[in-house]
């Protein structure tokens, strides 16, 4: 059974080492899309035995409407460089997550796919100058992300999770998702990316550029960035306290 971890990233020297440890761990093969990054996130990739291919971008993109189009054509690019080894199955994941697939048994051919649910961690008054790692709450919001599947004719990406005809999804899993609880400095710089390159409208909601305006310069939390009460991990079962946030996206 081959489980190989598929990702793209850009200057993440700051994690990468602890989360392709943590990846390595339950994979077999790892294979990287770099988006041109500007760091030492390359020379670190290099040092893992199970990092198998790295494709590099040649130019930054700047224009927003173009950045768009490249969240789903690099991760298709990397994905189709992984099964060309014949894997079983795909881990697809970003730089800032950490999957438990504890309840998860791939021998099982009841599913070709799992939506793992994801919860964002925030960086907290009592913990801002911890590891991010260490932080102790998240937000109750979830989505359930498609992160492990078979690979299967016909599939796509054109954003963070593939398109395709799966018969049998599983919901199993967990990710904490680190992206907002990194460090003060990092939460600004996510800001100034979705607010320079990321602006397109979505349904129901204001421009992603907007929402992340009103976001700079508020790294610590006390709740949510939906205004709701935070929880810690352990809570991530209990259906009183979390919230399907699907439709809102947890971003």
Sequence with gaps: MKVFGVTRIRNEEDIIENTLEHVSSFVDEIYIFDDCSTDSTISKCLKFP??????????????????QVLEGTQRQTIYNEAIKNNPDWIYYFDADEYAD?????????????????????YITPEDIEKSYKER???????????TLFRPINGLRFYSRVPQANFINIGHKGFIKHYGKAISVEQWEETCNYYINFLYESQPGNSTIS?????????????????????????????DTKIINNSRGQAE
């Design 101 to 121: 697939l504890d309840s998860i048994e791939l021998s099982d051919t009841s599913y070709d796919a799992y939506a793992l649910r994801l919860f964002d961690f």
């Design 136 to 146: 102790k709450f998240m937000g109750p919001e979830y989505r359930d992300i498609l």
């Design 210 to 238: 907007e929402k992340w305006k009103k976001r700079k310069g508020k790294a610590i939390h006390t709740k949510s960035d939906f205004n709701r009460e935070l929880i810690k991990w352990e809570d991530r079962l209990d």
């Design 50 to 67: 199970k990092v198998k291919r790295i494709l590099q971008a040649k130019t930054w993109e700047t224009n927003p409407h173009k950045r």
